[in-house]
């Protein structure tokens, strides 16, 4: 490679939703000498100029056909990418082998950056089948608890391959930019009222979150607590309108005010949810680091999560949330409720300590590491 010129790098994708994760990555590798064009194929946007990618998009009906897909897999992606001294597929799917099969193909190194779900939820032979990528790859880059799921499912045959890295939390920074009027405006708009306790439940619309068991769990408290309680539930992805009309008949049964969001929220307005949220209960089946707690943590909310889901980076820096599980979760919401002042208090050194892990300028020097060729 030419020392004089940077680092190029094509980064694969998929779900479009998160473009603007990878494109803040770009934008912060630059300054790390490190030149990153990112390829949704999804829909095939890109930042590269490419003829074959303009008809990939522009194909309608015909971009679903199989024969389009081969094109792609054959001939285009291959063509793309030996122009790069590196491709990072980011999310491991089975449609990405294809793609990772024509780079060992052409000797062109590629790195695997898997989320949470590619591993935490899959079977033994989507694993399988997942390891012919790992066995080629360069390295596998991932959060601690994603590395940690890897080590296991694979009994530590690739741990000499494993990179940890974190996503640096943008959302922190739309955080510190919300003013008091801001505030005032979320808190009017549901609307909450002088000594109410607003509970955040889940953060997105998947079945796995588990909303239904903890309804019903607060909708056990007693009424003292239980009529100053406001709920927010936020559903606005995946689109699943049978499930979120679910949680909407279960919420309004549960007799506690609520405001389930099921459509498209700014970051500001997902920001001063977290900022007035008092409570935060996660008991989602699986969860690899999830930035919407993180989120949380750094605005200072009381976390209560499933004592099953595993967070090692949280537990090495000293944060403070609460485990429990379903048998005890009524239990554990009365006493943090009841005694919310003291719960807090124990939270104030949350925001600094996730901060310190996974601000952008606290993650950004292992992710330009991992560039390192």
């Known amino acids: 490679m030419d020392n004089t010129r940077p680092t190029r790098v094509l980064l694969v994708y998929s779900y479009y939703h998160h473009h603007l994760m990878v494109e803040r990555l770009a934008s ?84 695997i950056t898997p989320w949470g779900t590619d591993v935490l939820r899959s079977s033994r032979e989507y694993l399988d089948e997942q390891a012919e990528g790992f066995d080629a790859c360069r390295f596998i880059k991932c959060a601690l608890s994603v590395r940690n799921a890897v080590s296991e499912a694979y009994g530590g045959k690739y741990d000499g391959k494993m990179r940890t890295v974190y996503w640096g939390q943008t959302d922190f920074e739309v955080i510190d930019s919300i003013g008091p009027d801001a505030l005032g405006r979320f808190r009017k708009s549901l609307p909450l009222e002088e000594g109410d306790i607003t509970v955040c439940c889940g953060y997105n619309a998947f079945i796995a979150q588990q909303h239904v068991p903890i309804l019903k769990a607060l909708a056990t408290l007693p009424e003292s607590l239980r009529r100053r309680i406001f709920l927010l539930v936020p559903m606005t992805y995946p689109p699943d309108p049978k499930y979120v009309e679910e949680v909407k008949s279960v919420a309004e049964q549960s007799g506690l ?67 429990t599980n379903f048998d005890t979760l009524a239990d554990v919401l009365q006493d943090v409720l009841t005694k919310l002042p003291e719960y807090k208090r124990r939270c104030r050194g949350n925001r600094e300590k996730i901060s310190g892990l996974t601000s952008w300028p606290a993650v950004a020097p292992a992710w330009a590491d991992s560039y390192k060729l």
């Open 257 to 323: 005010r609520h405001k389930v969001y099921d459509r498209y929220m700014t970051a500001e307005d997902v920001a001063a949810m977290r900022i007035a949220t008092d409570v935060v209960v996660n008991m989602q089946i699986t969860d690899a680091f999830s930035g919407s707690l993180q989120g949380h943590l750094y605005a200072g909310g009381v976390l209560v999560i499933g004592e099953w889901l595993n967070y090692p980076m949280l537990d090495a820096i000293g944060t403070y949330y609460i485990k």
């Open 28 to 111: 912060i590798m630059a300054g790390y000498g490190i030149s990153i064009e990112l390829l949704c194929t999804d829909n095939y946007i890109t930042t590269l100029r490419s003829p074959g990618l303009w008809l990939m998009r522009h194909a309608g009906p015909l971009g679903n056909t199989r024969l389009v897909h081969r094109l792609f897999e054959r001939c285009i992606f291959p063509a793309i990418a030996r122009r790069f001294d590196l491709v990072d597929f980011h999310v491991f799917t089975s449609s990405r082998l294809p793609l990772m099969r024509a780079c060992k193909a052409r000797g062109i190194k590629f790195d």
